[in-house]
């Protein structure tokens, strides 16, 4: 929480305004910024100077590791967040690879589950870190990447957060996380969950015990219409303790994530926070 306060002041003291052409509106931009959650000594990186729908950011996670294509695929865990890219985005509508309501096209795990290859074949990313990973195996490659530059335009909107590189060392699995981009105000939370939620089921479903999950942002950023709200209403709220995160341990494998597993899989216990803040979202 420390690390999320502490960002946005730094955004505020050191950030540079940066005029965004897909959005058209301005950033408080800073560039480089390092982030560290503790796996490993379960705590959760949860906000609680506002509400935090940690579930519709674990079933965006979910419809990730499935790699979906379809917003409506996304709703139907629980998650939202894709209906406005999908349906709402001009340049999108108006691109001929769109297929039609709902469709984000290529985009994140669609790449990391379907990434073609030049004789025409997919290669399943996921699956091939996972085999290695339960065999102990680490190759110094274990990277789930959505970043595809040449199937930008085959989809609605360019990862975020695009690369995930999982390690081991003394019998830990560590996650370093990598996002060219972020909104802090409204995408961060989301973020810092997914990373430490990624890294707590990929352990799980390959039999290692968590290590730290590191996180890397290199744009980060405050829209215009943002500042107020964070400034004067979230940045002036006291934190309160961080809560404690629990998984099924029902689930073992990437099958059980891939058929059965729904948000109701995981518990936030002990989380307190302040009011909802209904930050401006930019398409």
Request: hydrophobic share 35%.
């Amino acid at each position: 929480m420390k690390q999320y306060l502490d960002l946005c002041q730094r955004i505020i003291d050191e950030g540079e305004w940066v005029y965004n052409e897909r959005t058209g509106k301005k950033c408080l931009t800073l560039i480089n910024v390092d982030l560290v959650y503790d796996v490993d000594e379960d705590k959760f990186p949860l906000i609680t100077t506002r509400k935090s729908y940690w579930k519709a950011a674990i079933a965006e996670l979910l419809g990730y590791l499935r790699g979906y294509s379809s917003a409506a695929d996304f709703r139907k865990l629980g998650c939202n967040t894709w209906n406005a890219n999908a349906n709402e985005n001009d340049a999108w509508l108006n691109n001929p690879a769109r297929k039609g309501v709902d469709d984000m096209g290529r985009v994140y795990g669609v790449q990391g589950r379907s990434w073609q290859k030049p004789d025409g074949s997919a290669l399943d990313q996921l699956q091939k870190i996972v085999n290695d990973l339960t065999a102990g195996k680490d190759d110094r490659g274990e990277i789930l990447t959505f970043y595809n530059p040449g199937e930008f335009e085959l989809g609605c909107l360019r990862p975020c957060m695009h690369t995930h590189h999982f390690s081991l060392l003394g019998g830990k699995l560590y996650l370093n996380s990598i996002q060219r981009s972020c909104d802090v105000p409204l995408g961060l939370n989301f973020n810092q969950v997914q990373v430490y939620v990624l890294l707590a089921i990929m352990a799980q479903i390959t039999g290692h015990e968590c290590g730290k999950a590191y996180h890397k942002i290199v744009n980060a950023h405050i829209y215009e219409d943002q500042l107020d709200l964070l400034q004067n209403v979230q940045l002036k709220r006291e934190p309160f303790t961080l809560p404690r995160f629990e998984i099924n341990p029902d689930i073992k494998t990437l099958k059980d994530i891939e058929t059965w597993v729904t948000t109701d899989d995981f518990k936030v216990l002990d989380y307190q926070s302040h009011p909802a803040i209904q930050y401006p979202f930019s398409v």
